[in-house]
């Protein structure tokens, strides 16, 4: 199988991408990126698993890494440029993965668009704006701040729920040390 390391970018209008895997008769997984990140960004060997049985597509959309064009102002706007890519590739029916802001505009476009969405995967997201959102960053730094034992122990059953549960950053280590982890 290619690997994501040694696939080349493809371009379609603005879009440059990556594609790869093996079942390019199902339903692509389209992947999109945290700010600040390209395709490129992304770990070769997690979208290498991925791409072991789906159809994986990772885009750069307009204005961000290979892609031409100018980055759009809002989150509203990068969902329609999603949506444009999705189109331009034929495809009427998509799974789509955000990370981040990603995970943003992922749910902008499952709100544009839903018949689109096959299935949607948010990741280290929430939500665009809202009650709360100011929130975020502070619960993410105290929560990121303190040891891995302390985040597990008490993340799970006491943060406010605008807290992404895949904040959490535990070691491999702290799973051998502490198994029950995992059935969390």
Not at 3 to 31: C, V, W
Request: proline content about 6%.
């Amino acid at each position: 199988m290619t690997s994501y390391l040694t696939t080349h970018n493809k371009f379609i209008g603005q879009f440059a991408y990556r594609e790869l895997g093996t079942d390019h008769n199902g339903l692509p997984l389209i992947m999109l990126t945290h700010l600040s990140a390209t395709l490129a960004d992304w770990d070769p060997l997690f979208i290498d698993q991925l791409a072991g049985q789906n159809h994986v597509i990772a885009v750069d959309l307009p204005g961000v890494g290979a892609s031409r064009g100018q980055v759009p102002p809002t989150i509203e706007e990068m969902a329609s440029q999603v949506i444009e890519f999705v189109q331009l590739l034929g495809f009427s029916k998509i799974n789509l993965l955000g990370l981040s802001m990603g995970g943003m505009i992922a749910q902008a476009v499952a709100e544009k668009k839903p018949e689109l969405i096959n299935r949607l995967v948010l990741a280290g997201t929430g939500p665009r704006g809202g009650q709360g959102i100011a929130q975020v960053s502070t619960i993410t730094f105290t929560t990121m701040s303190q040891p891995p034992s302390a985040k597990v122990d008490g993340l799970w059953a006491n943060t406010p729920v605008l807290s992404i549960r895949t904040t959490i950053c535990i070691d491999t280590d702290d799973l051998l040390e502490q198994p029950q982890l995992l059935e969390q």
